[in-house]
């Protein structure tokens, strides 16, 4: 396995100079996890807020605006509170799967996260299988969720985590096709190298249509995986209360409520890296300075993010037979199609390079 | 569409759920108890009385005057109407003569309560289907509304406007001006609504041919109000029976033929317009004259028996009055909206999915105190 | 359908049917538990009566009897009839159903059941409504005490 820690050359130097090698790489990488694991709390933290203030912007009201400086501590304070709450339970649950559930869920999300390129010297876990692998991490969630509905002795939960591995199962077919779509251009797995690929332009442009069509086909899918409106029917909160964490409270639910966003900003970190080039700056204008890359990266992303707010915040939820409808009837052919489209413009080179 | 029948080599075992009482989509207390195989609903059975306080059995010992007080705890939503028909009752048990200003500010402000309801509706329908932005602006026009409430009635939601013999005090001297004001706003708003959620199409599948009442079920099962004429069934009180200054105005009757919830829907949002219609020919030409006529101090009706029918947001409201001379009411019964269109509710949600019990019930337009009077 | 139209046509079905406009504005047919169904169902299948909508049913206790007051109206002909039945059987106050001629029925008078104790025969559900199942006794009846719940003035 290709690991390159290679977040600041000096920090890893300087940990070697003064520590014998063992020590000093296993110091690396819980330095590395704990610098993770605060991404994943802010970005999680940060994210519900952003969640919250676009949503109070589509509804015309105007959001969290008392704790800190325009909000800016209200999540930070939920967390606290959460954190703070009695953890309740049902009577003959499941105790240990119920207890299990949270983790299944937010330790996928993680593993997830440190695969990504946020800047080309900022990357945890440079993988030649880059892309199989988020798939395959962020399939292991959905065993959380059903754990999670089936220990709780809860039908509505019960429901919610039925819905949810249907769900998964269906639409994980359809970002995996359309992620393979754009690795036909690529022709690798790696996403350091994905990105390399995108100098001569975002994927995006190089794939012209097909790739157009993978995206949209991947926003949609990507949506339906993370279990958000308008596919959020794992919890819809109109029929089935809160779906399968309807019998978690506190730090656990939160476990559940953090990982959905960082699920999001996952799957649309994918996007970013994949159709748009990650860290890469258009055009290059700011290639000389490396450091900009993480402000590109999160740059695209958010837009993503925002994108899949705004969704939310306007549609309708459909009907899970509808749901699995879009996906077996239009979404899987469409997207094989696609995929031979694909395959045709990269053998007779008709990508766009510049 | 299409259907294809699959055979189920799987056995499948139906089981029971607890739709409420505390659920969001019940919209209050209201209590399901479903019977569900899988996603697919086998049986709705309400259960009702959580909030059950007897009114009809409170008007007994109360007066006519007091009684207005308890109508307002109905259906909160339309509590003017509500007021309305019990004052009409009285009155013409009474057979006072109404002076024609009274009458016409019944009438406005009875649409603008339906409108408000209107509004809350189409916002927590939205909610129900899952868009969440459209109960914000749902709510938003509501208050305008409110606000004018609240400044000829000095209440929001339980206005207590109506005294048999007419209005508690006159209008607003701002009145006039702020209905002409927010007609003008919601001239522009409405079509907004559409814009977010009556073109999105995950909508239009999810309310297209789901919970189909045809008209004949729609006429045994007492459906009335939007309900009813979602399937093409006349049933508009309002034309059948004009009261207060209904007969003077000009406005059609919302109907759809197709039965299902997004007739149900559509006629809803007509009704708004036709109920801005009917504030705008009268608003200009409110009579001048009493605010109410005088009557007793205590009100004894004649003995016999006496109906008022009215059109409330949610459909007709029906009060029976049987009197045995007395200065309270021997017997009281109010035929509310909403008991009956719940009723067929097991009718309709049959066979669908869960979320088509939840899309049909919110276009039922539930509100449980009605039901649990 | 004037209401002497009205008269003179149900009449002819059942001779033993009381008719009055005395204290109401509808006519008030007053019919005998026995003839109640008959009567329901001719009034409802009967071309020229079609009284489709019933728009009310409540129980009403008269202090010696109990009865039951059906209001209908014709969505077709829009006239608006009242049918009354009653018994003086406090005890086991009995009526044959209208839930299987207008299935609004059904719950009305479930409802009647529940606050007035009248039973109707053929119910396809006939339970407690409103109050709990163990509840001791029916509210709305002139003679109900509660002396917890009940104010009296």
């Known amino acids: 396995m290709n690991i390159s820690l290679s977040i600041t050359k000096n920090i890893h130097e300087w940990l070697f100079s003064i520590m014998p090698e063992g020590i000093a790489s296993i110091t690396e990488m819980v330095l590395i996890a704990v610098v993770y694991l605060a991404i994943f709390a802010v970005a999680g933290l940060y994210l519900v807020l952003l969640e919250r203030k676009v ?137 350091s190298e994905i990105i390399e690929v995108q100098k001569n332009g975002w994927l995006i442009v190089q794939g012209h249509i097909p790739a157009v069509i993978a995206f949209m086909i991947y926003m949609i899918a990507g949506t339906a995986e993370t279990n958000r409106a308008p596919f959020d029917l794992v919890e819809a909160e109109s029929e089935l209360g809160a779906g399968f964490h309807t019998e978690y409270s506190g730090m656990k639910f939160a476990y559940f409520f953090l990982a959905e966003f960082i699920n999001m900003f996952i799957i649309a970190a994918i996007a970013a890296t994949i159709f748009f080039g990650g860290w890469l700056s258009p055009f290059g204008i700011t290639e000389s300075i490396p450091l900009l890359g993480v ?15 705004w969704f939310r915040w306007t549609f309708p939820r459909l009907r899970i037979d509808q ?32 | 569409m299409e259907t294809t029948t699959i055979t189920n080599n799987f056995k499948s075992e139906e089981y029971f759920i607890n739709m409420g009482p505390q659920h969001p989509a019940t919209h209050g207390v209201l209590r399901l108890l479903l019977t569900i195989d899988g996603e697919i609903i086998k049986k709705v059975e309400p259960d009702l009385g959580y909030i059950h306080r007897s009114i009809e059995k409170m008007c007994e010992r109360d007066s006519y005057q007091q009684i207005v007080h308890l109508t307002d705890r109905m259906d909160y939503l339309s509590s003017h109407i509500n007021n309305e028909a019990v004052c009409l009752a009285v009155e013409n048990a009474l057979e006072i003569d109404i002076p024609e200003r009274v009458k016409v500010i019944r009438t406005i402000i009875g649409e603008l309560t339906r409108i408000a309801s209107h509004t809350l509706w189409w916002g927590v329908m939205g909610m129900d289907v899952g868009a969440l932005t459209t109960y914000f602006l749902g709510f938003r026009d509501r208050e305008l509304i409110n606000d004018i409430f609240e400044e000829t009635c000095g ?219 | ?92 106050p009995t009526f044959d159903t209208v839930s299987n001629i207008w299935a609004t029925a059904e719950f009305h008078e479930r409802e009647a059941f529940d606050f007035f104790g009248i039973i109707f025969n053929n119910h396809p559900n006939l339970k407690r409504l409103f109050l709990t199942e163990d509840w001791d006794g029916f509210p709305l009846r002139k003679d109900y005490v509660d002396e917890i719940n009940m104010v009296i003035k």
């Open chain 1, 323 to 354: 749901l699995l409808t879009l996906e077996w009837k239009y979404l899987l052919p469409l997207n094989l199609l696609n995929l031979i489209l694909m395959a045709l413009v990269v053998w007779l080179n008709l990508t766009i390079q510049f």
């Open chain 2, 155 to 373: 209440a929001r939601l339980t206005m207590n406007y109506n005294i048999p013999g007419g209005l508690m005090y006159d209008i607003h001297p701002n009145f006039i001006k702020r209905v002409k004001d927010f007609i003008a706003h919601f001239k522009t708003k409405l079509p907004e609504y559409d814009k977010l959620l009556t073109g999105n199409v995950i909508f239009q599948k999810r309310m297209k041919g789901v919970g189909i009442l045809t008209k004949e079920d729609a006429i045994s099962f007492g459906a009335s109000g939007p309900v009813g004429r979602g399937s093409g069934y006349s049933c508009d009180v309002r034309k059948h029976h004009a009261y207060s200054a209904l007969d003077k105005v000009n406005f059609k009757e919302a109907l759809r033929t197709e039965g299902d919830s997004l007739a149900r829907y559509e006629v809803r949002v007509q009704e708004m317009w036709e109920s801005m219609s009917i504030i705008e020919q009268l608003i200009d030409n409110i009579p001048e004259g009493d605010y109410k006529v005088a009557t007793n101090a205590v009100i004894k009706l004649p003995k016999g028996e006496f109906y008022q029918k009215v059109e409330a947001a949610r459909g007709e409201l029906g009060v029976y009055i049987v009197s045995t001379g007395t200065k309270n009411p021997y017997r009281l019964k109010f035929r509310s909206p909403g008991f009956s269109n719940l009723s067929l509710l097991n009718h309709i949600a049959v066979g669908g999915k869960i979320g088509d019990l939840v899309a049909s019930m919110a276009t039922l337009d539930i509100v449980v105190p009605d039901i649990d009077r």
């Open chain 1, 55 to 191: 949503a109070a912007w589509f509804q015309l009201r105007i959001g969290p605006n008392r704790v800190g400086w325009w909000g800016l501590l209200q999540t930070m304070a939920d967390a606290l509170k959460l954190v703070s709450k009695e953890l309740t339970g049902t009577e003959r649950a499941d105790k240990f799967l119920y207890n299990l559930a949270p983790y299944f869920v937010i330790v996928s999300s993680l593993m997830a996260l440190a695969v990504f390129p946020f800047s080309q010297e900022f990357h945890a876990f440079d993988i030649n299988i880059g892309v199989l692998f988020l798939m395959a991490i962020s399939s292991i969630g959905v065993i959380g969720i059903l754990l999670g509905g089936w220990s709780s002795n809860n039908k509505f939960a019960l429901i919610g985590a039925m819905r949810s591995g249907v769900q998964t199962i269906s639409y994980e077919l359809s970002v995996g096709l359309s992620l393979l779509t754009m690795v036909l251009v690529t022709g690798s797995l790696q996403l």
């Open chain 1, 295 to 309: 402000v590109w990266f999160l740059g695209k992303t958010l837009v993503i993010v925002f994108l899949m707010m």
């Open chain 3, 1 to 92: 359908m004037t209401n002497e139209a009205l008269q003179k046509l149900i009449s002819s079905w059942i001779p033993e049917l009381e008719f009055t406009e005395e204290g109401s504005q509808f006519l008030n047919i007053i019919v005998q538990p026995e003839q109640l169904h008959q009567l329901m169902t001719q009034l409802k299948s009967n071309n020229e009566t079609s009284f489709d909508y019933l728009f009310c049913l409540s129980g009403i206790d008269w202090g010696k009897e109990l009865g039951v007051v059906y209001h209908l109206e014709s969505t077709i002909h829009r006239h608006m009839v009242v049918v009354k039945v009653q018994t003086e059987d406090r005890e086991n």
